[in-house]
């Protein structure tokens, strides 16, 4: 009986040390949201493949009130390119895409730096920010489509870094990852938000995409903000931008450069993915050689990149974010949106952090408001500090 009372107490110390947990780790999630000027955002963290913690605070619209809540899509910024990236992995493992294949192959016209024609562009150097691409002139035109920048027919040399190999030096581009965007309509034949819904997101009950349009409930959508805090866009206004969903790889070359909509919490059920095997709920994303692959740094040996690009398949290797853990992901900032997704294998960590405006300072190249929602994850799921 003295057992059976000794572990009694033990499970009613544990229920009640778990129902302190929360509220506290609530209070200083807030505290961090309200300190950065955050209108609204969310914090969610996974571990064991498992979503473990979730909050969401402030609102998707000021003049709305409408509060955030799991529902909420947030704009991802540059956190598109790692789910993209998801998309081209899965690609490569069902044998679509191959990383090393000259990307003239793809697109149907030769896409070289005239300065070294014997060079080919391949997906690897896109993904790892290394293709020698730079975002002049006619880059920022709207109007621009994308043979007349590339295809070295059209006398396209100024869209490239004039003494640089392509897989020799590391310049992160925006451009690249677009064109990644037009590679996957150039092979599928499907505009990249459609191909992304059917062959990621559907399967996953996930619903996300490139353009607001294609959005079940565009009731959640969020409104973003600069960092001062006025309106940069509102829900109203991104559901008037047209977006033609079919494959146009000339014109769709941006979409895959920051367009991505999703929710948090499936946002952060990518990151299981990534985070271990390559499942998340029993169902494969990747495989586990793919997700190996976006962890690998870069050698001569390994994969031909000379340069020490801190991205391999859109995926930073990042070593300040954790105490003495290294964690793999992306950071997305535009005016005041933050996105920041990144995983830890091994404590099976992920955490996901979504803003639609906030004061959006830097700490050594990391959102200042995602080191510190981290310091709190790492503080409660790997230190195990619970008060």
Known sequence: MRRIAALLALLLMLCACALAEEPDMDARVDEVFRSMKTVGGA???????????????????????????????????????????????????EGILDPDEDISTYLGYTVRNKRFMKTPITLRMLMSHTAGLVENASFSRKSSILSDMVDVEKKAASNFKKEVKPGSQYTYSNFGAGITGAIIESVTGMDVSSYMRKTLFEPLDIDAAYSVTQLAEPDYIAATYKKDG???????????????????????????????????????????????????????????????????????????????????FFTIRQDTLFDGLRVYGHQGTDEGIVCNLYVEPENELVIAVMTNGCKSNRDDGIMRITRRLAAIAEDVYIRGNVE
Do not use: W
């Open 230 to 312: 006025s309106l940069y866009a509102a829900p109203s206004y991104m559901l008037r931008q047209e977006y033609i969903a079919e494959a146009l790889p000339d014109v769709h070359y941006r979409t895959t450069i920051g367009s991505l909509l999703i929710r948090p919490r499936d946002l952060a059920r990518l990151g299981i993915a990534l985070c271990g095997d390559g499942t998340v709920d029993g169902i494969r994303v990747l495989s586990e050689e793919a997700v190996m692959a976006m962890r690998q740094e870069h050698s001569p040996d390994t994969d031909g990149i000379t340069e020490d690009s801190p991205y391999t």
């Open 43 to 93: 914090f969610v963290v996974a571990q064991h493949g498992e979503i473990v913690y979730e909050r969401y605070y402030g609102e998707q619209q000021k003049t709305t009130h409408v509060p955030v809540t799991e529902n909420t899509y947030f704009r991802g910024a540059s956190v598109t390119k790692l789910v993209t990236g998801i998309g081209l992995m899965k690609m490569m493992d």
